[in-house]
């Protein structure tokens, strides 16, 4: 297994337009997590699944952010219309349920920058 | 409510000198999870270690090291010897034990000179 991987690893957007990201955990993971993280600051939760579904959402999902995990494997994190200050680097994680450790394991992120 | 605080922004040593990183949590979580995860210049972050909220014992993990005080809810972090590699951001971070989100510290930027 490669770890956890995320696509694409930079995205450069103007203001406005829509733009797609993708995490494909590692493969026995239950567990997935979104996490942004802006310049100089510590990576905030966005939201997690467990398998399919989407059991928390913080409130810094706004209504132009949705994510979805269809079949309990990979992740899609959508931005519509995207702003200025959705700049940030996205990144993902997973972790196993079983473990019973809630430990997780990050991919190497994608850096948006909305123009 | 979590909080994870880490006072120190930059920390900067000379090879082989120790270096201790602090962190401060508040919770209302009887039980939690504690962690240490280290980001490179190359931007992924890596786990180091964990530690749950009733084992107060501290450990030594090669040259990283730990110092867990329920009573002052703080869990240091130090590098014995350090390296250059030992370069990067370092965040602590805390999650209940069934609030599966990490909450991050800001994190503190270590540089080890040669």
């Known amino acids: 297994d490669t770890g956890v991987s995320q696509n694409p690893r930079h995205k450069i957007t103007k203001r406005g337009q829509n733009v797609t990201f993708r995490c494909d955990p590692i493969s026995e993971h239950n567990r997935l997590y979104w996490y942004r993280q802006t310049l100089g600051q510590g990576p905030e939760f966005l939201t997690y699944f467990q398998n399919e579904a989407q059991l928390e959402k913080s409130r810094l999902l706004s209504d132009r952010f949705s994510a979805e995990r269809p079949k309990g494997s990979f992740s899609t994190l959508e931005i519509q219309r995207t702003e200025q200050g959705d700049s940030a680097m996205y990144l993902c994680?997973?972790?196993?349920?079983?473990?019973?450790?809630?430990?997780?394991?990050f991919g190497p992120g994608t850096r948006l920058t909305v123009l | 409510a979590q909080k994870v605080t880490q006072a120190q922004t930059e920390i900067s040593v000379v090879e082989k000198e120790d270096v201790t990183l602090d962190c401060v949590y508040e919770?209302?979580?009887?039980?939690?999870?504690l962690f240490w995860y280290k980001q490179p210049p190359s931007g992924e972050l890596v786990f180091l270690i964990r530690?749950?909220?009733?084992?107060?014992q501290n450990e030594i993990s090669g040259r990283y090291s730990w110092n867990f005080q329920k009573s002052t809810s703080s869990f240091n972090f130090t590098i014995t010897a350090s390296q250059v590699v030992d370069s990067a951001v370092y965040f602590c971070a805390l999650s209940g034990i069934n609030d599966y989100k990490l909450s991050f510290g800001a994190g503190t930027t270590v540089t080890v000179r040669a």
């Open positions: 530690r749950n909220s009733f084992d107060e």
């Open positions: 994680a997973s972790s196993e349920a079983a473990s019973g450790d809630n430990e997780q394991f």
């Open positions: 919770t209302r979580d009887t039980t939690y999870y």
